[in-house]
Structure formats: structure tokens, C-alpha cells
């Protein structure tokens, strides 16, 4: 919470004098104070941003069926993008025993992007 607040009074002192958003794990935006307070939905995410551009790029070019690929350190997310929209969900799975593994995992209730995880990240492969 205290970075959130330094990066909006950071922004503030460059000049941004504009609401600061963040994307949540289903895709949509939340306030920088809505971030703080329930900081659980910012869980996965970077990768939900990429299938909402993703969804949005398929829509400009017509194509109803797209994957969206997001690759991180230790893991690949990939996401089915049917009719110009990501699948979603009500709840996911934080840390799992065994990574891919359903039901393995604490489960938490938040609206979430489906997505498939592979362990094949950038820092796998190097």
C-alpha cells in the first residue's frame, strides 16, 4: 500500500495531475486506493492486461478466435480469447503445492481471466 501511494505522489510531482488506475486480475481497472485496500485483486494481473489487449487487437482485426501468450520468469500463461473476449472465472488458486496441480492451492474468491499456466517461463528456458 505505502508504494502506491509513493508512486501517485511521485506521479503528482512530475506533473501527472490525472487518476492513476491499475488493472485487476479480471481484466478490468481498480483506483490506486482500491489497490491498497484489497490488494488480492492485482494477483495475476499483468498477465489478464496482455488477454484484454489481446481481445482488443482480435476485435480490430475480426478474428474471433485468438491465444494470447504471456511469458514471465518461471512460468507461461496462455489464454483463450473466443469471440473477441477473454473466459473468466469467480475464483482461482494461490499458491499451490504442486504448481499445475488444481485443487493443490488455497482458493480465493475474485473475478479472474482463465488462463493455462505451463512452467516454461524465460527464466526456464535460459
Known amino acids: 500500500a505505502d508504494y502506491l501511494a ?3 505522489i511521485r ?4 506533473g501527472a495531475e490525472c487518476p ?3 488493472i485487476h486480475s479480471g481484466g478490468g481497472l481498480i483506483s490506486v486506493e482500491t489497490a491498497s485496500e484489497f490488494p488480492v485483486r492485482l494477483v495475476e494481473s499483468g498477465p489478464a492486461g496482455g488477454a484484454i489487449f489481446a481481445a482488443d487487437i482480435a476485435r480490430r482485426f475480426g478474428l474471433e478466435k485468438v491465444v494470447s501468450y504471456d511469458m514471465g520468469g518461471t512460468t507461461a500463461k496462455i489464454c483463450l ?3 473477441y473476449a477473454p473466459r473468466t472465472a469467480r475464483t482461482f488458486e494461490v499458491a499451490r503445492t504442486y504448481r499445475f496441480c488444481k485443487g493443490s492451492g488455497m482458493p480465493i474468491s475474485i473475478p479472474v481471466i482463465e488462463m493455462i499456466e505451463i512452467g516454461a517461463g524465460g527464466g526456464s528456458i535460459a
Open 6 to 8: 509513493r508512486l501517485q
Open 11 to 14: 506521479l503528482k510531482e512530475m
Open 81 to 83: 480469447i473466443e469471440d
Open 20 to 22: 492513476v488506475f491499475m
